[in-house]
Nanobody, 115 residues
Framework: QVQLVESGGGLVQPGGSLKLSCVAS????????MGWYRQAPGKERELVAI???????YYTDSVKGRFTISRDNAKNTVYLQMNTLKPEDTAVYYC?????????WGQGTQVTVSS
């Protein structure tokens, strides 16, 4: 059974930091591109960052220089380090795993940036 379990969300003040984790099971983690997406209220889900099987990374422009995605294939875990958080980063953050044929999603973790 495939599972993606996110953790690490919460309430943080503007300028603060959070680190999200996503532990995967039920598939060959190292063979999948891992990503983080987010969905704010009233908006569509958007890509935040991805880490390919080879370790190359991509970031959406709004988080470049502030967020860092990383993966630990030995622990079947992908991380998202979020620094200098802004109110517009408030959203539910979802972990994603994808290969040529399959896409899996986690249940999401809420991140709220507010003073």
């Amino acid at each position: 059974q495939v599972q993606l379990v996110e953790s690490g969300g919460g309430l943080v003040q503007p300028g603060g930091s959070l680190k999200l984790s996503c532990v995967a099971s039920g598939f060959t983690f190292s063979s999948y591109t891992m990503g983080w997406y987010r969905q704010a209220p009233g908006k569509e889900r958007e890509l935040v960052a991805i880490a390919s099987q080879s370790g190359s990374t991509y970031y959406t422009d709004s988080v470049k220089g502030r967020f860092t995605i990383s993966r630990d294939n030995a622990k079947n875990t992908v991380y998202l380090q979020m620094n200098t958080l802004k109110p517009e980063d408030t959203a539910v953050y979802y972990c994603n795993a994808a290969d040529d044929r399959r896409i899996y999603w986690g249940q999401g973790t809420q991140v709220t940036v507010s003073s």
